[in-house]
């Protein structure tokens, strides 16, 4: 295994630049336990949160400034106060583990970071949810909007009766 000496993500043997980095700085291998690596980026309440939960497992975590932060992502000024969270390489799986405990990981490895992809996933499956309305909601709304035609349709006819009584009144 391989790290990135600035932004401390985890590379295989066979890569030679961090593809994160905006210089791609050359990889080194790990060769000490000990070595503090990218575990996820957070901020603010999160990131206190996922160290308080590290600290509980006694996974000792250190912060640094993301990695990123001077590249596309400042630009949207959306995560500039997030820090990437660094573990040492040994405890790194069982960091892993108490994230995704937590719910700051998602199990399959995939990090919670806001970045242009995640948000445009975020609009699709917004609009997937609007699209997929379960089948009883659809019979709600099929029964809700009957009773309205229903409404609307004698409010037309009474409201007919009722002016066509009014000019048979006035003209009677
Ligand atoms: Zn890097």
């Known amino acids: 295994m391989k790290y990135c000496k600035k932004c401390r993500r985890l590379y295989a043997d066979s890569e030679q630049n961090c593809t994160e980095c905006k210089k791609h700085y050359a990889l080194e291998p790990i060769e000490d336990d000990t070595t503090p690596v990218y575990l996820t980026s957070a901020s603010g309440f999160e990131l206190d949160r996922i160290q ?4 509980d497992s006694s ?4 912060s640094q400034p993301r990695a990123k932060a001077l590249s596309a992502d400042a630009v949207t000024g959306s995560d ?7 573990v040492p390489y ?6 892993r583990d108490v994230c995704i405990g937590i719910g700051a990981i998602k199990p399959d490895g995939e990090e919670p970071v806001v970045d242009e ?7 699709d499956s917004e609009i997937d949810e609007s699209q997929l309305i379960s089948p009883a909601k659809r019979t709600t709304i099929k029964i809700v909007s009957a009773i309205l035609l229903i409404v609307i349709a004698c409010l037309v006819i009474w409201g007919t009766d009722f ?5 048979k009144g006035l003209f009677g």
């Open 52 to 55: 308080a939960a590290l600290e």
């Open 59 to 62: 996974i000792p975590s250190a």
């Open 80 to 86: 500039k106060t997030d820090r990437d969270i660094l």
């Open 90 to 95: 040994s405890a790194l799986d069982q960091a």
């Open 117 to 123: 992809k995640d948000i445009e996933d975020a609009v």
């Open 163 to 167: 002016i066509t009584g009014l000019i």
